[in-house]
């Protein structure tokens, strides 16, 4: 038996290996606090979010973060424990924010909505598996203003991508 790709399933493929590229693009450049990237691949998360439902953008998500990790080799490192529970609750709070009733929230507030439960997952799980010390708290007012800040970058971009190459439901 043999399965036939569709173009919307061309598109995934497509859009999933240039999430994956961004986030080893990403992780080339220096960052000021360990940490802080601008989560740029999350604009794609969103696009395919909006194009294809929360579970195809949980699916992107999470082939990111395990194909990234195993071309970066990080994968089952610290790094990675961090990127995959920042994933989990980023892609949990779409789940949830996806049920509300309403119109959603559209590009940017998904995005705002998943940067931020990225970090707060993240730090969460840094404080419990790697750095026992609740000093660690003093860091996240700083992190999570930054996670806000290129949420709505990110947001806005993937908004422009969707009305770029529709449809998506912005």
Same mark, same amino acid.
């Given at each position: 038996?043999?399965?036939?790709?569709?173009?919307?399933?061309?598109?995934?493929?497509?859009?999933?290996?240039?999430? /994956?590229? /961004?986030?080893?693009?990403?992780?080339?450049?220096?960052?000021?606090?360990?940490?802080?990237?601008?989560?740029?691949?999350?604009?794609?998360? /969103?696009?395919?979010?909006?194009?294809?439902?929360?579970?195809?953008?949980?699916?992107?998500?999470?082939?990111?973060?395990?194909?990234?990790?195993?071309?970066?080799?990080? +994968?089952?490192?610290?790094? +990675?424990?961090?990127?995959?529970?920042?994933?989990?609750?980023?892609?949990? /709070?779409?789940?949830?924010?996806?049920?509300?009733?309403?119109?959603?929230?559209?590009?940017?507030?998904?995005?705002?909505?998943?940067?931020?439960?990225?970090?707060?997952?993240?730090?969460?799980?840094?404080?419990?598996? +790697?750095?026992?010390?609740?000093?660690?708290?003093?860091?996240?007012?700083?992190?999570?203003?930054?996670?806000?800040?290129?949420?709505?970058?990110?947001?806005?971009?993937?908004?422009?991508?969707?009305?770029?190459?529709?449809?998506?439901?912005?």
């Amino acid at each position: 038996m043999q399965l036939q790709a569709t173009r919307e399933d061309h598109r995934i493929a497509w859009l999933a290996a240039l999430a /994956i590229s /961004i986030h080893i693009l990403e992780s080339a450049f220096p960052s000021p606090l360990p940490g802080l990237k601008p989560g740029l691949a999350n604009v794609i998360t /969103i696009a395919v979010l909006l194009q294809f439902g929360w579970r195809t953008a949980a699916w992107v998500s999470m082939l990111r973060v395990i194909c990234g990790s195993l071309l970066l080799g990080t +994968f089952l490192s610290p790094t +990675f424990m961090l990127s995959a529970g920042g994933t989990v609750c980023s892609i949990s /709070i779409l789940w949830l924010a996806g049920r509300l009733p309403g119109e959603g929230f559209g590009a940017i507030g998904y995005s705002v909505l998943a940067a931020l439960a990225h970090m707060t997952g993240q730090f969460v799980l840094a404080r419990l598996l +790697f750095i026992p010390h609740a000093a660690i708290w003093h860091l996240f007012p700083v992190m999570l203003t930054a996670a806000l800040l290129f949420g709505i970058v990110s947001g806005i971009i993937a908004r422009t991508m969707c009305s770029e190459y529709p449809p998506c439901k912005t």
